[in-house]
């Protein structure tokens, strides 16, 4: 009923950038919330990102001034600019969306996309 589909990781070197994109696809009345978490083995996922529908946007202390989330709200897509790239933010990122169907309006539910690898090396 509801895809999230993300592309854009990859291997990369200290220093430079990636753009992450993630597009819902399928019964969507309304998209309040979407974000990126990243996870790597043994820790905890944790939030990097998100942005709401009103725009405003949060990141993690280890991100700011560096990654840049931003939405395109007609094509359902969230983006993740990812700047100064460090060997710590090696991980698997995932895309979270908090979202309203079509066919259960009274109520918000919560979606993940796939993971993509990103990797950065020294």
């Known amino acids: 009923q509801v895809q999230l589909v993300e592309s854009g990781g990859g291997l990369v070197q200290a220093g430079g950038s990636l753009r992450l994109s993630c597009a819902a696809s399928?019964?969507?009345?309304?998209?309040?919330?979407m974000g990126w978490y990243r996870q790597t083995p043994g820790k905890q996922r944790e939030l990097v990102a998100d942005?709401?529908?009103?725009?405003?946007?949060n990141y993690a202390d280890s991100v700011k001034g560096r990654f840049t989330i931003s939405r395109d709200n007609a094509k359902n897509t969230v983006y993740l600019q990812m700047n100064s790239l460090k060997s710590e933010d090696t991980a698997v990122y995932y895309c979270?969306?908090?979202?309203?169907?079509?066919?259960?309006?009274?109520?918000?539910?919560?979606?993940w996309g796939q993971g993509t690898q990103v990797t950065v090396s020294s």
């Open positions: 979270n969306a908090d979202l309203i169907t079509f066919l259960s309006t009274s109520r918000s539910y919560n979606y």
């Open positions: 399928g019964n969507i009345f309304r998209i309040n919330v």
């Open positions: 942005i709401t529908s009103g725009g405003s946007t």
